[in-house]
């Protein structure tokens, strides 16, 4: 051992033996630093989630109050405290048009789904419907790192090493825009992927599905903007078989998109969503699962007349009183400060910026797509290239050495999440250091790039 006693999460440990970590030390708006002091432009907000930017003094001191006067206490059976009641209550508030009426408090996004799933099953369990219990996830979708939840993901990587997984799970195919395996490039969209949700559900048997969970736009898998009616007609797919919607916005909640969440921004009103990240901006770990009221109020009536927890499920830091202060800060903040409006607006700056680097580089990119403050840029990979990821690694590490900005890669796509609170200038500086990364690591098919 090189004195890694660390175990990282999805980290190379060779890789850090041979380079060590890079630690970041002191964070500010969009900007975080180094232990040596370099400064860095954040371009993806941390892991999808820094929505209001670093050092918020609103939060902190929102979190230092709290944690002076009730650092923790148990939420269980008829405990509470103050913080997390209003929280809930002001979650429904916020989430009135997407019908949500009661939430239930976790401590991630893992968590979060991991409860949509249960109680999907419980739900049709005690309406009578025993065999109600399959899930119906998606190909490439990530939805966390629990059994349950990474059963219904669909990142071949990330399960393998862990299978068998969740045996009643089926997967569908992703909306994928730009590599649709349904028609050529040039033809228009049939939708023809939301179908095979529909053949699916009817091969499966309706009577067998609980739910369909569903990320607006996926995220870890490449941000994959579906068409526009995509969530709408899966939605009524599932209204029609009697299967639960559940939308992942662990990553769209709270303005990416353009919206408070991605339900919203396609129309769209699901029975369950599941939240984390934006939630607190990551100033505490949360996790949230908002459900329908007629879920809440079916799970409760059924158990009798008895005092007996209705949902056998929750966590010791379920509610915690400094997460649900963050929380309360963070989106006060997200409100005051509209920030979804202003993600849409930055949204179609990255777009404009998006197009423009693409038309520099047809010969490198293969795509570019964003919605709202959510971005991707896909590579070409060259044709002998041994492994199709390491062009989108080189590219980060370019933009990271070079330029001074952090990025993420997934495969060969680069992808973009800067915290809403982003500025144009720091936009043209992202989408200029990928262009420069592109150019010096693209070394392969036209050599001018055009
Ligand atoms: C869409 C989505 N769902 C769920 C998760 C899991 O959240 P966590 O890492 O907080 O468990 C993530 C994490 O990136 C995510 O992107």
Redesign the pocket.
């Known amino acids: 051992m090189a004195g890694n006693t660390r175990w990282g999460p999805y980290t190379s440990m060779k890789a850090l033996e041979q380079r060590g970590p890079l630690v970041i030390s002191r964070a500010d708006g969009v900007y975080v630093w180094d232990e040596g002091g370099r400064r860095y432009l954040d371009a993806h907000a941390g892991?999808?989630l820094a929505n209001v930017g670093y050092g918020r003094q609103e939060i902190i001191e929102a979190m230092h109050r709290q944690a002076s006067e009730l650092a923790w206490f148990s939420s269980f059976g008829g405990f509470a405290n103050r913080p997390s009641l209003d929280l809930a209550d002001r979650l429904v508030d916020l989430l009135r048009p997407d019908a949500m009426g009661a939430v239930f408090l976790s401590g991630?996004?893992?968590e979060a789904?991991e409860t949509s799933l249960k109680l999907a099953r419980q739900y049709w369990k005690v309406q009578g419907h025993a065999r109600k219990v399959k899930f119906i996830g998606r190909e490439q979708a990530?939805?966390?790192?629990t059994l349950g939840?990474l059963s219904v993901s669909g990142i071949p990587a990330n399960r393998t090493a862990f299978e068998p997984l969740l045996p009643e799970v089926r997967h569908v195919p992703a909306p994928l825009r730009h590599a649709c395996r349904f028609h050529a490039a040039d033809a228009a969209c049939t939708l023809a992927c939301a179908e095979e949700l529909e053949r699916t559900i009817v091969f499966e048997g309706p009577e067998t599905v609980a739910a369909f969970i569903a990320?607006p736009v996926q995220?870890?898998g490449g941000v994959i903007v579906p068409p526009p009616e995509y969530l709408s007609t899966v939605a009524e797919i599932c209204r029609r078989y009697e299967v639960l919607l559940i939308t992942?916005e662990?990553?769209t909640g709270f303005g990416r998109l353009g919206s408070w969440t991605g339900a919203r921004h396609y129309a769209v009103r699901p029975d369950m969503m599941?939240f984390?990240?934006g939630l607190t901006s990551g100033y505490f770990p949360m996790?949230a699962t908002a459900v329908r009221g007629e879920i809440l109020d079916t799970v409760r009536d059924s158990a009798g007349a008895g005092t007996r927890p209705e949902f056998l499920h929750g966590n010791t830091y379920s509610g915690h009183p400094i997460g649900a202060a963050a929380a309360l800060a963070n989106l006060a903040i997200i409100e005051q400060e509209r920030l979804p409006e202003r993600a849409a607006k930055m949204g179609r700056h990255l777009r404009k910026q998006l197009a423009a680097l693409q038309s520099a580089y047809p010969a490198w990119i293969q795509d570019v797509d964003s919605e709202g403050l959510l971005g991707r840029i896909a590579l070409k990979t060259p044709p002998d290239a041994q492994d199709a990821g390491s062009a989108g690694q080189r590219a980060v590490d370019h933009m990271r050495e070079h330029s001074g900005v952090i990025a993420r890669s997934v495969g060969s796509v680069l992808t973009l999440s800067p915290a809403l609170t982003v500025a144009p200038d720091e936009i043209d500086a992202i989408v200029t250091a990928a262009g420069d990364a592109i150019a010096a690591v693209c070394r392969f098919g036209d050599a001018s790039g055009s």
């Open positions: 892991l999808w991630s996004g893992s789904v990530y939805h966390g790192v939840a990320e995220a870890a992942d662990v990553v599941a984390a990240k996790g």
